[in-house]
């Protein structure tokens, strides 16, 4: 804008501001901070903070700001140009154990024990693509960050770390290829996930029966894994208080929410074809939310009744932030009862869920993601949330903005009819072939 | 942590920084090299990807004095922004009043961008303070 600007930013995001301000190229920009948090403070409270010091600096904090913007520039502040950002040496020597080691110092695992990326296993990954190693797959930020690029190469690094085979290559750089990070800065710790279809499934043994969400398949296991490395490594996420600020952390970004489709015992089509994929091709789906939640305990689960899982489902998901969409996985036992109960197709299951998945609007205006993200979108005309801000505090709405909101996929070994549910919403999909 | 220790995590180069991440790595590498014994050493590559250069933005020139002028207060939409940025304005109405206070929030949610509102701030302000993460 070329005007004086004093961003103020509460403490526990002080590495955070300074860093990403740097990034952007400001590595001198006047940050002021307050104490922490801002939010559910009374207007007292908050005159305190104003009336008090900077809690990093100890100066007073708007003696602080009024200097931001008035104090001359100093030679550094001034500066323009090109400054480049080393990653390192191309390659490290040492012996295995000290490199394990020195890969866990630095940031570049999960902290587990990984497969150390020697070149030869690194040109042993390269063997399962036909693409050239020099080639650029894609970028990759974890939030609202500048996002690092990467090379087949680079990838097939933090595939073999992950302990992928060869094989699994061409899914590791479909999902490279999203741009999608497993790891988000959000303070809300998300959770990710991905839904594999196609016959690559049974090509590579993925795991679709008995456990399939569990660790019971190399496939499952390694390819989500590899997702949170290339999330480390190739976008420079994860990185606390600068790349992450996920105020618990999510279990799941060990290894991600991998769920190979049971096609062929679901009732309904699988989920690639719903997105306009055939059903020969292979293709990797990716979600983004907050976790996935079991859906035993709702109405209609006691075991003399005619289980109702519409019901249940709409129990369970009237829990669920709309602000991320909702992801059926149920077992085949499910979905054949539930097409037995007049749900022939997801759509019509999906409509049935929109339409009784509900809340007044009172409490949907006191949810922290409608006044954080809808209130905004209201006040400039964006529908629903504009109509909705507008009825009265009795009325009903929807509890999600819109039936894309929700997703079916059917997994599972038939041992018994249970659900689970991802508060989670689609994000892509992506043809895996491509990268065969 | 200090601003240049963080920045030199960056790995932001020494036409800015005394020491880079790549020479920090470096010595790091081989002061993890004592070899047990009985193990060879072996070689690894590197897993980063490849991050952008940075392109350095001069600051904008600094006001001579705030009296008399007018400084924008955006709220970025967090919660508690706007509650915060009327206690600053308070604070200029009770130590500065030559100053002149217009409060604003942003358009959208909090990462978007908002030009209708920076090209006003350039026509009628002289400064921004803006509020706040969380």
Redesign the interface.
Known sequence: ??????????K??K?????NA?????????ICF?P??????T?DE??V???GPDPVSGKPL?KE??DA?????SD????????????????????????Q???L??G?TDFLPII????EK?DAMLKGTGHKPDEVVGK?AAG?Y??????V??VA??AV?AGCRPEYFPIVLAIASSGVASLFSS?NSFAFAMIINGPIRDKLEFNYGIGALGPFAQPNATIGRAWT?MSK????GGIPG?TYLGSLGNNLNYNNVVIAENEDASPWPPFHVQRGFKKEENVVSLFRGLGVVPGQVARGSSANENVQFDYQMSDLFSTFTGFFGALIIADPLVAIRLKEQGYDTKEKLIAWLYKNTTQTVKDYKSR?YA???EY??A??GREPFATWYKLPDDAVIPHFPRPESFNIVVTGGQTNAYPQAGNLSYGVSVSIDKWM | ?N?RK??S?????P??LAE???AA??K??SK?????AG????????????????????????????DGKT?YLVDT?????D??L???E??FGR??PNVTVVFR?K??????DDPKL?KE??EK??????????
């Open positions: 804008m070329g005007i004086p600007s004093a961003p103020m930013i509460t526990a995001f590495d955070l501001a300074i860093l740097a990034k952007r190229g400001m590595p001198h920009e006047r307050t922490h948090p801002v939010w559910g403070k207007p908050l005159r903070y104003v009336d708007m700001i009024v913007l008035t104090v001359p520039l550094d502040e001034k500066k323009s140009g090109i400054v480049s950002v080393s990653v390192g040496p191309p390659t490290f020597t040492d012996t295995a154990d000290n490199l080691e020195f890969y110092n630095n570049y150390l990326p020697t070149q690194v990759m609202a500048p996002a690092w690029s990467y090379t190469r680079q690094a933090s770390m303070t490395l490594n190739l976008g420079n600068d922290n006044y954080l993200f905004p979108q006040l400039q | 942590m601003r963080l920045l995590l960056l790995g932001m180069s036409a800015l880079s991440r790549a790595q470096q790091s590498a993890a090299a004592a070899p047990d193990q060879g050493k072996i070689t690894a590559v590197n897993p980063k990807g490849t991050p952008p250069p940075i392109t350095l933005i001069p600051m904008a020139p600094r006001l001579d004095t705030l400084v939409g967090f919660h508690g922004s509650m915060l009327h206690q600053v308070a604070w130590n500065m929030r358009a959208g949610p909090y990462a978007e920076w701030i350039k302000g002289n400064a921004v303070i803006m509020a706040v993460g969380h």
